[in-house]
C-alpha cells in the first residue's frame, strides 16, 4: 500500500499552529559569566558597585579645592597652599574636588602658582562615572556578547541567570553512521542532528544528541518517550517522509497527538509535528537542505515566540541574475549568492536539490519563492535574506538626544518586544539637528514646561519643528538648590552658578527672571557655567556657590535644600513620517503602557501624570494634544 501525506498545509498556517499551540517553558539557569556568551539574560542584570568606586584623576596634576582657585587669573596669580600631586588614575583624595594639569601650573619653591581657576569636577573622573552601582548593565531579552563579559566581570558580576530551553535531538536510519566514521556502500554520515545542535545552540539552547536509532518502531519509541521526559523540545531526524521504512509519524500516533504531516514548502514538505505529554514533538526530513529549512523556518520561530533570539535576517535587494523557476502552491526556499558589479547587486540561483548541502556552502543567502508565485525572469528585482552577516538592523532604534534613566527602563522593555535601542547622549541640540537631518529614528528632548517653550532657542529655530511629533515620557520638577534655601530673589545676594545657554533649566531661569523683573547681570556668577545639572549641586555642596538650578532628585541626592520653579519634560520627538514605522509604534504603545508609568513611580522623580499623550507644536509654539490615528496610513 502506498503511503500518503495527510494534507499538506499551509506554510504561515503551520508556522502559527505550531507557536500558538506550545506556550513557553519559562525556564531560567544561573550560569558563570564567562560562559554566558549566546545566551539570553533571563533577569536584568545591574552593577554590584560604582565604576570607578572613587574619584580619580583624569591628568597629571595636582589636586586641588576648586574653592581655593576661585580668584586665579593671569593679573592675579594665586599660590596654593593645600594641594597634593598625583597622576592619571590616582585616587583624588575626598577633601579635593578638582585637578589642574601640571602644564598649568608653575613652581614656586615647595608649593604651585596657578593662573586660571578650576571649576568643580574638573579633570576629574567622578566615582560612577563609568557605571553607578545598581545601575542597569544589561536588560532582560539581551544575547551576550563576548564584549559584554568583560564589563559584566568589571561591575562584579560573576554569574547570570539565562533563559534555558533543553532540546532533544533523536537521529534515525539504519543507514548512518556517526561523525567520523568514513560511510560504506549505502551508508551516509549522520550530519543533520549536528547541524541542529550548533544552530539552536547559538539560539541559547540545551542541545542533547541522542545515539543513532536503527529503523525499529520499538527502538525509536523507546528513546523517543525518554526524550519527551527530559527536553521543552524534541526534535527526530529523518523517518517523516512516506517511504516502507519511515516509522515516525507512527510511532508518534502511538504515544501522542499527531498535528500535521506534510506542508506546502520546498525543500521539507515531509515535515510533522507532534504532540506527546504536551511536548512538541518535531519530524525532520532526512534530506539536509529540507532539514534547514524545517530548522530555520518550524523550530527557530518556536524558540522565538519563547523568548529567545530572532536568526539574524539581513535583506538586500538584488536583480536576479538567471531565470528561477518554482512549483506553483509551494512556498520555497532557494539558495542564492549576491555579487556587485558596479553599483547593482546580482543574486545567481544554486540548485535546488534538497540534497545539495553545497548549494547552501557556496550561497551567502536565500530567497523565498511565495506559493501563488511560478517563479522570476532573469532581471527580476527580488529580496534576499544574506546568510552571512550576523547583523540585525530592522529591529534596531536609532535614539540621539539626552538621555535620562526613564528611557534605560523603556530600553528593557523594547527588549521583551524583540525591539533593540540604540541611544547616544550628545544633548538636545545634536538631537534636534539629527532628526532634521533624517540620521535617526527619533531624538529623546529635555524641554522646558510648556509656559517656557516658546523661548526655547534650538527648537524653536528648527526650520522642520512643524513635522515633529513629542510621546511624553514624563515631567521633572527643577528649581533653587541651596544649603540654605535659597529662594529667587535670595540669588541676587548669593554666589550663582549657571547651566550652559540653551538648556532647558537656563530657559527656564531667564523666562522666570524675566517675569519676575530681575536682572540676570546682577547676579554674582550668572556667567559662571557649568555642564549640566550635577555640575550645578557639586559645586553648591562644595562650597563653589551658594545656589544653582537642577533638578529636584540631584538637589536631594546632594543632600541640598530645594525650592520648585517649574518642571521638565522629557520627550521622544521624531518625524511625522515615521508615524507609520512599527518601531516608533512600538515605543509610543510601551510609553502608554500602564507597566511602564508603574517603573518610573517606583524608581521616583518622575512625574507620569500625562506619560504616552502625543502633541505637536502649534501656531504659538506651545505643544498640543495630537493623536497618531488622524493620520493616514502612508503619511505624508
Not at 546682577?522 to 537642577?550: K, M, S, W
Request: glycine letters at 8%.
Amino acid at each position: 500500500m502506498v503511503k500518503r501525506y495527510l494534507e499538506l498545509r499551509a506554510l504561515e498556517e503551520s508556522i502559527t499552529l505550531i507557536k500558538g499551540m506550545f506556550p513557553a517553558p519559562g525556564l531560567t539557569e544561573k550560569v558563570p559569566v564567562v560562559k554566558s556568551v549566546g545566551r539570553v539574560v533571563a533577569v536584568p542584570v545591574y552593577a554590584k558597585y560604582s565604576v570607578p568606586e572613587v574619584n580619580i584623576a583624569a591628568m597629571d596634576g595636582i589636586a586641588v579645592r576648586s574653592r581655593d582657585t576661585i580668584s586665579a587669573s593671569d593679573r592675579n596669580p594665586v599660590t596654593l597652599v593645600q594641594f597634593t600631586r598625583v597622576n592619571t588614575g590616582n585616587i583624588v583624595p575626598p577633601e579635593y574636588d578638582a585637578v589642574i594639569m601640571i602644564e598649568d601650573v608653575w613652581e614656586a619653591g615647595e608649593r604651585f602658582q596657578i593662573r586660571k581657576s578650576a571649576v568643580p569636577w574638573q579633570h576629574v573622573r567622578p566615582a560612577g562615572e563609568d557605571i553607578k552601582e545598581n545601575k542597569l548593565i544589561l536588560p532582560r531579552g539581551h544575547l551576550i556578547r563576548p564584549f559584554d563579559i568583560g564589563a559584566l566581570v568589571t561591575y562584579g558580576i560573576t554569574t547570570i541567570d539565562v533563559l534555558s530551553v533543553n532540546i532533544g535531538i533523536i537521529p534515525t536510519g539504519s543507514e548512518l553512521v556517526p561523525l567520523g566514521v568514513r560511510p560504506g556502500p549505502g551508508q551516509v554520515v549522520e550530519s543533520n542532528t549536528v547541524m541542529a545542535q550548533v544552530f539552536l545552540s547559538e539560539m541559547g539552547a540545551n542541545c542533547t544528541r541522542y545515539s543513532i536509532v536503527p529503523d525499529e518502531p520499538d527502538e525509536i519509541r523507546k528513546t523517543l518517550m525518554k526524550a519527551v521526559e527530559e527536553n521543552d523540545l524534541v526534535l527526530i531526524s529523518a523517518g517523516s517522509s512516506a517511504g516502507t521504512r519511515d516509522f515516525t509519524e507512527s510511532v508518534i500516533r502511538s504515544l501522542g497527538d499527531l498535528v500535521f504531516h506534510g506542508v506546502a514548502v520546498k525543500p521539507g514538505k515531509p515535515v510533522m509535528l507532534g504532540k506527546i505529554e504536551g511536548i512538541p514533538v518535531l519530524g525532520l526530513p532526512g534530506y539536509p537542505l529540507a532539514a534547514q529549512t524545517v530548522l530555520r523556518e518550524f523550530a527557530a520561530p518556536l524558540l522565538e515566540s519563547w523568548g529567545f533570539p530572532a536568526v539574524p535576517h539581513y535583506t538586500v535587494r538584488v536583480r536576479l541574475a538567471h531565470p528561477l523557476t518554482s512549483d506553483l502552491g509551494f512556498d520555497e526556499f532557494v539558495p542564492i549568492f549576491v555579487g556587485r558589479i558596479g553599483s547593482t547587486l546580482f543574486g545567481t540561483p544554486h540548485g535546488k536539490g534538497a540534497f545539495a548541502q553545497m548549494a547552501t556552502v557556496k550561497a551567502n543567502g536565500y530567497t523565498h519563492i511565495p506559493a501563488p508565485v511560478e517563479g522570476y525572469e532573469a532581471g527580476t528585482e527580488l529580496d534576499v535574506v544574506l546568510t552571512t552577516d550576523p547583523g540585525s538592523i530592522e529591529r534596531t532604534v536609532i535614539l540621539t538626544g539626552s538621555l535620562d534613566p526613564a528611557l534605560e527602563e523603556l530600553a528593557s522593555l523594547a527588549h521583551d518586544t524583540g525591539l533593540f535601542i540604540h541611544a547616544t547622549n550628545p544633548g538636545n541640540l545634536s538631537g534636534i539637528r539629527a532628526l532634521c537631518t533624517n540620521s535617526c529614528h527619533a531624538a529623546p528632548l529635555v524641554l522646558p514646561a510648556q509656559s517656557f517653550l516658546p523661548t526655547y532657542q534650538p527648537l524653536m529655530q528648527c526650520k522642520d519643528a512643524e513635522d515633529l511629533a513629542f510621546v511624553h515620557i514624563a515631567s521633572v520638577e527643577i528649581g533653587i538648590a541651596s544649603i540654605d534655601g535659597l529662594g529667587l530673589h535670595d540669588l541676587l545676594q548669593a554666589r550663582f552658578i549657571n547651566t550652559r545657554k540653551e538648556t532647558p533649566s537656563r530657559t527656564v531661569l531667564d523666562a522666570v527672571f524675566a517675569a519676575e523683573g530681575i536682572d540676570p547681570a546682577l547676579l554674582n556668577g550668572y556667567t559662571q557655567e557649568v555642564h549640566g545639572p550635577p555640575a550645578v549641586a557639586a559645586a553648591i555642596r562644595n562650597g563653589f556657590a551658594d545656589a544653582g538650578i537642577c533638578t529636584s532628585s540631584i538637589a536631594k541626592s546632594n543632600g541640598l535644600r530645594f525650592v520648585p520653579l517649574a518642571h521638565e519634560d522629557y520627550e521622544l520627538a521624531f518625524r511625522m513620517k515615521m508615524i507609520n514605522d512599527s518601531r516608533i509604534r512600538t515605543l509610543i504603545s510601551l510609553i502608554q503602557s500602564p507597566q511602564f508609568s508603574a517603573i518610573l513611580k517606583k524608581s521616583g522623580g518622575h512625574d507620569t501624570s500625562i506619560t504616552g499623550s502625543i502633541r505637536r507644536l502649534d501656531s504659538t509654539r506651545t505643544l498640543s494634544p495630537f493623536s497618531p490615528g488622524s493620520i493616514p496610513v502612508g503619511y505624508p
